[in-house]
């Protein structure tokens, strides 16, 4: 015996409510799509060739610790910052690109960095990370510090032709605070400090990154978020003025992963956009890394707060999309560090250009990694 009558037109109300719950869902997945190609540029990279430039001498110094790459478009040139903290330099290039799928490298000059910071007690003071060339003929240079001689990291800036100090950039309280006793609570971790540097196409605004979490900011479990500080500074007229601070989200560190972070980030236009470089090493796998989109449209300025721990949950970060999977190109990878665009290409689009910090060991060249960049035009959907 049936306890409750069947209505027979029960059904197709549920039938009907069922159909318009599965047409809304569709549709707030399409709008997500939709918001999301309005977000992100419609790009792809492909690549073109390889290079390996073997360690030598020139001038008196030893051509390798590539840490970052900045293209000079007046004079087509690449600089290259060595990462030699005793000696800190970085190299004129020249890039013949005449075949695509075996380009070749030719050191052309070096410039030593004159650094008025450093002392005898002090001989490493600028652990060169980033490299980038202004519109008024200097460069700034990153520098991650060094914890154990207590230099803190820096954004300095000299002259391009005689690598004179002219100043440096400040840097938010909380990248860097010392204790009475010297002992540091708030700041960078050992060699994981600034990494990233650029500046926009018009030339007033330079960025800046941290490799990884500060230490105040790293998690204590790898289900949570991984965020590094990414900076926005004002470099036009009367003076330089720090903007804002982001939060950019790294991908988490993998098992076994000895090395990992953020490598090196670039504009791609002046509304936001960017591309990055993360890389990792784990001594099972070898090297991998990836080339990410990286938006910062309605990401929460964090320069006032020191401490991620405190205040995390109602932090809208960066948002990111992977473009290339650097591992999916079937060659061996090495320390990918340094990531600009280059020049174009004779169809019109524009090159990127990579390059590898092969650590000063004699017997590991230094790769040159060349892939075309190309742009799209939005979809409408």
Not at 53 to 64: A, E, I, N, R, Y
Not at 87 to 94: D, E, H, K, V
Not at 166 to 194: A, C, F, I, M, S
Not at 357 to 370: K, R, S, V
Request: proline fraction near 7%; glycine fraction near 8%.
């Amino acid at each position: 015996m049936l306890r409750n009558p069947i209505h027979f037109g029960r059904p197709k109300v549920i039938l009907t409510l069922s159909l318009c719950f599965a047409l809304l869902m569709t549709g707030c997945s399409l709008l997500h799509v939709s918001t999301e190609s309005r977000l992100f540029l419609n790009l792809s990279a492909s690549f073109l060739g390889e290079y390996d430039l073997p360690q030598s001498d020139f001038k008196g110094t030893t051509v390798g610790g590539f840490s970052a790459l900045s293209y000079d478009r007046q004079r087509d040139r690449i600089y290259a910052l060595s990462d030699d903290d005793t000696n800190p330099r970085f190299y004129t290039l020249n890039l013949n690109r005449q075949d695509l799928s075996n380009p070749s490298i030719t050191v052309e000059d070096v410039t030593l960095l004159a650094d008025p910071l450093k002392t005898e007690t002090a001989p490493a003071s600028l652990d060169g990370e980033g490299i980038e060339l202004t519109h008024q003929g200097t460069i700034f240079v990153a520098s991650e510090g060094n914890i154990a001689a207590q230099v803190p990291p820096r954004l300095s800036e000299f002259q391009l032709e005689s690598g004179l100090w002219t100043g440096d950039l400040p840097l938010p309280k909380h990248y860097w605070t010392l204790n009475e006793d010297g002992t540091k609570t708030l700041g960078v971790q050992p060699d994981r400090g600034l990494e990233s540097l650029a500046i926009n196409a018009e030339g007033d605004r330079l960025f800046a990154a941290l490799e990884a979490p500060l230490t105040q900011d790293t998690p204590l479990s790898t289900d949570r978020p991984y965020y590094s500080r990414f900076l926005h500074y004002w470099i036009g007229e009367p003076e330089p003025l720090l903007i804002s601070e982001n939060l950019y989200p790294l991908d988490p560190p993998m098992p076994g992963s000895q090395k990992y972070g953020l490598s090196d980030i670039i504009p791609v236009d002046d509304g936001g956009h960017f591309l990055s470089l993360e890389r990792s090493y784990s001594p099972s796998t070898g090297y991998s890394a990836k080339i990410y989109q990286m938006v910062t449209g309605g990401a929460t300025d964090t320069s006032r707060n020191h401490d991620l721990s405190l205040d995390s949950q109602s932090i809208a970060p960066t948002l990111k999309k992977q473009l290339l999977n650097l591992s999916d190109l079937n060659i061996e990878l090495q320390n990918l560090e340094g990531l600009i665009l280059g020049p174009y290409l004779e169809d019109g689009s524009r090159s990127l250009i990579l390059v590898s910090d092969n650590g000063f060991e004699a017997n590991t060249p230094t790769q040159f990694l060349l892939l075309r960049l190309e742009q799209k035009a939005q979809s409408s959907t």
